[in-house]
């Protein structure tokens, strides 16, 4: 089955406390991306990667880290998190950066992340 | 930055009716989609626009690209429990230097009274 598994699901942390949340996809998808939800503001993007070991800032990036050293894997890193990183995080991949399509962006099922 | 204005930003309608959402721009987008996310779940594609004045359908849904290029509009017929959740619009600027930017609408909550 195609999908897009995020872990963990839900965490609870303190400030300061160094954590990642991991992404895989199945598909051999060569674009990836995180978004973070918040209410009222919809899905904004934190970071995307176009393929393994290229990786660009999206529109807020600030506090966050990535990587992708496989096409599979695209972990999400805060080295010191913060309040007003809580917040729901989505990533996605596609085959390619083409929006829609037969590259439909495939969203995981979220992480929902609070730092106290 | 780019912004897209989605309305409404939720909606309260009785099983059966049919629904109306759009988004509207300030600028071109060569794209639109619209998304649905149900609860405790990722944003699933629902429909891709690709030409001004396109109409697409997909089962009770039918979504069009504004002829202006600047909007969309997303229609779904008859309700039902399931069609619950929230509808995210999203598109692909013309402006900007990268064919991958989507740009997201803030959602379109949709509540359905039994």
């Known amino acids: 089955e195609a999908q897009v598994t995020q872990n963990p699901r839900y965490l609870i942390t303190v400030t300061g406390k160094k954590l990642t949340v991991t992404c895989s996809q199945n598909m051999n998808h060569e674009y990836m991306s995180w978004y973070r939800q918040d209410p009222g503001l919809g899905l904004r993007q934190i970071y995307y990667?176009?393929?393994?070991?290229?990786?660009d800032k999206g529109d807020v990036p600030e506090g966050y880290k990535v990587s992708r050293k496989e096409k599979r894997n695209f972990p999400l890193i805060l080295e010191s998190p913060s309040p007003n990183q809580t917040s729901l995080y989505f990533c996605a991949s596609s085959l390619s950066p083409l929006a829609g399509g037969s590259d439909t962006q495939y969203f995981g099922p979220g992480t929902r992340l609070t730092v106290l | 930055g780019q912004q897209l204005n989605q309305s409404p930003q939720s909606m309260f309608i009785q099983e059966g009716e049919d629904v109306s959402m759009n988004c509207t721009s300030s600028s071109i987008f060569n794209t639109w989609l619209w998304y649905k996310q149900d609860p405790g779940e990722g944003p699933v594609l629902l429909i891709a626009?690709?030409?001004?004045?396109e109409l697409t359908s997909n089962g009770r849904l039918t979504a069009q690209f504004g002829i202006t290029r600047k909007d969309s509009f997303l229609n779904i017929s008859a309700s039902i429990p399931s069609d619950v959740g929230i509808y995210f619009c999203a598109g692909q600027p013309s402006s900007l230097n990268r064919d991958d930017k989507i740009i997201f609408g803030k959602g379109t909550r949709l509540h359905i009274l039994p």
């Open positions: 990667s176009m393929n393994v070991e290229v990786t």
């Open positions: 626009l690709y030409k001004a004045g």
